[in-house]
């Protein structure tokens, strides 16, 4: 355990297991076997929320989340927040199920970029003419896209820009990672537990749920891989520079992307695949300038 002394070898430890769990996620929702899109987001919502409240009893972190009570203002915020990780969350089910994991890969290279252009539009950041580029570059290959295709990549903008805009509102609110999680799925859980007693069959039902024991347990075991690389990335977050995690950060998308091509067998065309190289070479330029920039300030 030597090699894990350090703060930053613990970080990227962590980092690690935060990345490659949401990485493998499309792995995981493959599993699902009758399961509509759905109902495995209202269980991911209400088994999320259980076992988040009971992480929290655990380390003693109700104080927090009484905190929020006294200021009414944030509820607004985080129920925004709660409504685009909502959405966010069923778009990638929906990706994982109607076989476009590719385009969830895509999706979520792109959300930096997305990040980089809300600043600009909504904080009105100043940004260096790299990343302006880089920006430029991502718009130019969805333009691509939709002159040799006919059509836009819908799904990995809806995720990207719902996943980029969260964390635009998520700045506002004044909870850490655990805390906000909670919060977001305590406000989804009556949409959940509605959505639920709205489907024609729902495993949430006691005699579904009983006789069919592993789909009841997948959907019990996305509530638990929600949090747990949530708490992994606050460790990592913790310990390592913003250019470390952003750096690794990419390691998501790019094993989903992986997935898709080598179990899933998605086939990968030759538009798409220019898509993705003008992507990649956006996201090489903001990375590049974004590690200069962090050279010049002053430690």
């Not at 639920?196 to 949430?204: G, Y």
């Not at 898709?260 to 998605?266: H, T």
Request: proline share 5%.
């Amino acid at each position: 355990m030597k090699g894990l002394s350090t703060p930053s070898a613990q970080g990227v430890a962590f980092a690690l297991l935060a990345y490659g769990t949401w990485g493998g996620f499309p792995l995981f929702f493959a599993l699902f076997d009758g399961v509509g899109a759905l109902e495995i987001l209202a269980h991911r919502v209400i088994w999320s929320c259980l076992f988040l409240a009971l992480v929290i009893s655990l380390l003693k972190r109700w104080s927090v989340i009484a905190n929020i009570r006294q200021a009414p203002r944030q509820l607004l915020p985080a129920l925004a927040c709660a409504l685009l990780i909502g959405a966010n969350w069923g778009l990638y089910i929906y990706s994982v199920e109607s076989h476009r994991v590719l385009q969830a890969s895509l999706g979520y290279f792109m959300t930096p970029l997305v990040n980089v252009a809300l600043g600009v539009v909504v904080l009105k950041e100043r940004v260096a003419p790299t990343q302006r580029l880089a920006i430029g570059l991502a718009l130019g290959a969805i333009v691509l896209q939709l002159f040799q295709l006919g059509t836009l990549p819908w799904l990995s903008l809806c995720l990207a820009v719902s996943f980029g805009t969260y964390g635009l509102l998520r700045k506002q609110l004044a909870l850490d990672g655990l805390s906000g999680l909670f919060i977001e799925t305590l406000l989804l859980l009556p949409l959940a537990l509605l959505l639920i007693q709205q489907l024609p069959v729902s495993h949430f039902d006691g005699a579904l749920f009983f006789t069919a024991p592993y789909s009841a347990a997948l959907l019990m075991a996305s509530g638990v891989l929600t949090a747990l690389p949530l708490l992994a990335f606050a460790g990592a977050a913790r310990r390592l520079t913003l250019g470390t995690l952003g750096f690794l950060m990419y390691i998501n998308p790019t094993l989903q992307f992986l997935i898709a091509l080598w179990v899933f067998n998605e086939p990968l065309a030759v538009e798409q695949l220019t898509t993705f190289v003008l992507i990649w070479i956006a996201l090489a330029l903001y990375s590049w300038s974004s590690l200069r920039q962090q050279r010049r300030v002053p430690t």
